[in-house]
């Protein structure tokens, strides 16, 4: 994730470099330059959806380090670019392996936490992404002092030290212990578990999750929907329940995080900088490395509150401070923009401070949960699908707003601004009346409360929207390890296997169908 954060802030400072202009030719090319930038995202959309059989075919470290390979050969041809044509080729296949990625760690994180560590370590993982993030700013303002060809082919390549560090790591990293039992490598799986957990492999505990694991593969393995089934929301009894609904909101926390309108500033803070609020590019670039210090501390205020406030009231509080920071630009730079007002100079730098906060709240609120969201909410057999699919749209819809920036700022100037105050003021109704909570639950619990039934309005139901895990869920998981408890875990663990739990499923259709041939004969004679 500190390279995906690097990547999302290096190209900001590379626009504005006068060397890159120059050798590309693209100096004034308002329209070139958003597509240079934005085509990156179109890769990371292809590389989030073909994430989707990748990763169930070769396993999440294996996954990781394809795209991870994928992106170094995107990373040279960006390195060495002379032409336009060679630098969109060089982002298209870099953004391909960043899909790739992006669509995976989530996943790969969420299945190897511990409940009470899964929101913090997805959180922690983002706030990696702002730390490549700041480092991209301040590495780009430093080398613009230097010049020339260096000033923007250093930053580009840097990028190759995340590279190597992620070859030198990801193969020591446990695999994920869900897809290790669905390959039926069960031991591996049960030591993971274990490992994982802090216990022995023959802990009561630790053979109630691995049953809870074969439940799901197994469930998996017999309610897997098509996907055009799905478009219909013609699931059956398949898929668990509200397949398609749970789909569109895992989504849609990664359509609401853009449409939040960070990457407006994430992507072009030195050229919003320049000119909306009219700075030289130098003191853009400065404003911009000190901007991702301030967002990398106070989005450390998420780690310990994703589990204490919950999903849903750091969403909203993100997306209602979001709204104030953004109105307020919009009013200030209105002003900026009067010819006869008298102090212009005033609200723009006045605007600067508005940016800034902006970052606060989206730091706090809405950096983490979007990528959490997807892999928690989804049903047993869409999880994987849906982190995909979530990660597929996170990409499609910053690609429109990388796109449209530029041309927004050109053409609309202050009212350009307008559009993302209204979207962060419209998530907070969104997200209060639709989002059910997914704080402190096992995933087995969040498929619990759809299978019973919670109604498209979910803020009047208590288990909905509670940051702390329902009681009765928590008497349903203790009742299952004193009952795992009671009996010799060498059986328990050969009866919590895949291939047993199979062949016992198909010994017992086989003998109900026997017995209504029996009976059917028996009435015959």
Known sequence: MTLFGYDQGVFGGVIVTDDFLDTHH???KTSTISTVTAIYDIGCFVGAIAAMWIGERLGRPKTVLVGTTIMTVGAILQIASYSVAQMIVGRIIAGIGNGINTATAPVWQTETSQVKWRGKLVVIELILNIAGFSLSNWMTYGLSFAGGPVSWRFPLAFQLFFIIVLYATVPWLPESPRWLIAHEYEDEAFQIIADLEGKEIDDPFIITQHKEIV????????????????????????????????LIL???????????????????????????????????????????????L?????????????????????????????????ILLRFNELPTYAHRTEVAKASIAFFFLYYVFFGIGMQGVPWLYPTEINSLSMRTKGAAIGTATNWIFNFMVVEITPIGIDNLQWKFYIIWTLFNFSFIPIVYLFYPETADRTLEDIDRLFRDGIGVFVYKNKDAISPKRPQHYIQHEQAEVRRNSSVDPAVLRRGSRLTNREDHLRMTEESAQSEKFDGTEKEIV
């Open 250 to 296: 895992g989504a849609g926390t990664q359509a609401i995080q853009q449409l939040a309108g960070i990457n407006v500033t994430s992507y072009y803070l030195p050229t919003v900088l320049i000119e909306s609020v009219g700075l030289d590019n130098s003191m853009a670039r400065l404003l911009a490395a000190c901007n991702s210090v301030s967002y990398l």
């Open 215 to 246: 439940f799901a593969v197994q469930y998996e393995k017999e309610n897997t929907v098509g996907w055009m089934d799905l478009l219909r929301n013609k699931t059956g009894s398949k898929g668990g329940t509200a397949t398609l609904r749970r």
């Open 298 to 330: 106070f989005s450390l205020i998420a780690i310990p509150n994703v589990e204490r406030w919950g999903r849903r009231r750091l969403l909203i509080f993100g997306a209602t401070g979001q709204f104030f920071c953004y109105m307020i630009i919009t």
């Open 26 to 28: 693209i100096r004034g």
